[in-house]
Every structure is written in C-alpha cells, then in structure tokens.
C-alpha cells in the first residue's frame, strides 16, 4: 500500500482526470452485460456441472453489474449466483453479508467461487470469516476493494459511502483477521480513483496490479480476463481448502 498522502492535491486531480475515464467507460460495460444476458438465455451448450460462483457487485452497483463475468462462468461451465435482492446495495457490509449468508444456506452451496467488485470484496471476506460460511466460500477473486478503506471515504457525502472510512469498525475487524486472505486473490487497477491507497492485501493467495487505470475501467482489461478464466476452469480442490 503506497504510505503516500492519498489526498495531495495532485493525487485528487489524478483522481478526478481517471474518474471521468471511468464514467466513459460505464455505459460499454452496462451494453455488454446486456449482451451476455442475452447470451445466457439462448446458450444450452454448456453443461453447469462446476463448482458454483457468486457474483458480489459494489456499492450503488445493480445485482446483474457483474453478468459480463456471468456469461463467462457459463462459458467456463460453473453455474452463476446472482443476488437480486441486493438492490442498489447500499446496505452495510455485515448486513449485505447476512443477505447472502442466507442465499448460500438457502441454496446449500459449497466450494463457492466468489467474484466480487470494491465493495463485494469486503462482503465475500466477511463470508469466509464467518463460521456458518467460510466452509461453504472456497476462493474469491475480488476486484478493487478497500480492504484497508478509502481515504476519500471520509469525506463522503452519504452514508453508504463513509462505511468505506478506514477508521470503520467493520474494516478494522476484518483487516485484523487474517486468515482468510490466503484464499483471496486481490486484482486492482494500477491506479484507482476510489481507492488511491490502493488494494493490496496482506497474506494474499495473490496481489495482481493490473496495467491500467481505473475503478471500473479494470474490469474490463483482458489480464483481468485472463485471470478469472483460469481461476474458473481451476479444479475445485484448487479454489477450496482442502
């Protein structure tokens, strides 16, 4: 994590030029997820005989932000999890945990693959530090996540936002616990505008900086691509703790 003052004036201006890339990027992403949803409907050549893959998208994200990766699940032959209650996903972290604790019971999921974005990271870690859960969660890749926080977080307008202060209880909880990092691997932008400290997370399976700059932008970069197909068509024994 870089011990540079996140907040200077020259990183809030590099923040602003790539936070205006990023909002350019959105509606391409928002076509393609409308494309891949379209796909998953006519596609019956994939038998979904893998482990399954929840799909966590981050704060003010739709349920279905994340079906790009869904159709690449399909393709990968691993069912996707959708969590469609999740709104607007505004809730807090351990409130957004229990929603999908209860999908994995509900659903009886094990050897869970869990795809997640900023903040569905923190909800997936909070997954694997749970006793009901971290046996049902085998891997998860998240993808620009706070687990440290956002500085910026700390002057944010609503209170979604804040939940991301690196002084928030639950991050100090979860940061402290770390056990489950080495079942997570940490993906991020080389620079990103949310998280200007970045997302390296101690004891990681993995950290990943990926070649471009970008909160949502690096979702959309074929490294990024790369790793999740490998990550998808990996043995379950691979993803799991066994």
Known sequence: MSTQDPLTPQAVTKAAAVGLADAAFLPGWH???????????????H??????????????????????????????????????????????VLDTAELAASYLERHDLNDVL?????????????????????????????IATPFSGSAFATRAPVRSLRDFSPADSTLLE????????????????RFDPQIPAGSVLPDARANVRVPVDGHFRVLGHPELWRLLRRTLREAPEINGRR
Request: charged share 25%; net charge positive.
């Open 47 to 92: 038998p979904l005989d893998g482990p399954p893959v929840l799909l966590l998208p981050g704060v003010h994200e739709s349920p279905r932000f994340l079906d790009p990766f869904a159709a690449l699940c399909v393709a990968c032959g691993r069912r996707p999890h959708v969590l469609t209650a999740l709104g607007r996903n505004v809730e807090r």
């Open 174 to 189: 979860l940061s402290a616990n770390r056990a489950a990092n080495r079942d997570i691997v940490s993906a991020f932008p």
């Open 31 to 45: 076509a393609r997820g409308a494309r891949a949803r379209r796909w998953i409907v006519r596609d019956h050549a």
């Open 114 to 142: 869990v795809i997640a974005h900023s903040k569905g990271g923190l909800v997936g870690k909070q997954l694997m530090t749970w006793e009901r859960t971290r046996s049902r969660v085998g891997a998860m890749v998240a």
